[in-house]
């Protein structure tokens, strides 16, 4: 049985229901709505933290999905999913295929800013100065980047970059 069909909250069934509605009403193909529901099963498996399950739907839905924005979006999902897992290399490939794809996606941009960030403070932790100027400089990048598609978001990163003197 389909994940969508499982649903057991009263969100992820008004979803589901909405989601399938619309399926039926627009003028999709067969291919397409059948990546969209791989989409969404995939979101409601990560949702729930299985993630194994997340991303068999996720890579069912790249196969099927042949517009680029909606393949961002698929790619930033596996990206989360390698973050969480700690693949933090794994997901930095995803998260830049999903900026090829889609330039605009400040969340793809400050989740690689984040990453950046995180490498710098472990280079710090192992003494190696230059190489964690290198990797606040690259998140800094990200960081700009995300925020001027998004200028009331990352606060904290906006913060950063004027307590570091990198905005």
């Known amino acids: 049985m389909p994940r969508s069909q499982r649903n057991d909250n009263f969100i992820d069934k008004t979803f589901t229901v909405v989601a399938d509605i619309l399926l039926k009403v627009l003028p999709t193909s067969r291919r397409e709505k059948r990546a969209f529901s791989y989409y969404r099963d995939g979101m409601s498996a990560q949702s729930e933290g ?6 068999q739907n996720y890579y069912e839905a790249m196969i099927l999905e042949v517009d680029a ?3 961002s979006y698929i790619l930033y999902n596996i990206g989360l999913i390698h ?5 933090h290399a794994r997901a930095l490939e995803y998260y830049y295929q999903a900026l090829e794809r889609n330039p605009s996606l400040q969340s793809a941009l400050n989740n690689i800013a984040v990453i950046y960030h995180y490498r710098g403070e472990q280079a710090i932790e192992k003494g190696q100065a230059e190489i964690s100027r290198i990797l ?10 995300a925020i001027r598609l998004a200028p009331t978001n990352y606060i904290e990163a906006q913060n950063w970059l004027k307590m570091t003197g990198r905005s």
Do not use: I, P, V
């Open 136 to 145: 606040f400089d690259k998140a800094a990048d990200y960081w700009k980047e």
């Open 50 to 55: 299985e993630y194994a399950e997340a991303l």
């Open 69 to 71: 924005y909606d393949r």
């Open 83 to 87: 973050t969480s897992n700690g693949e």
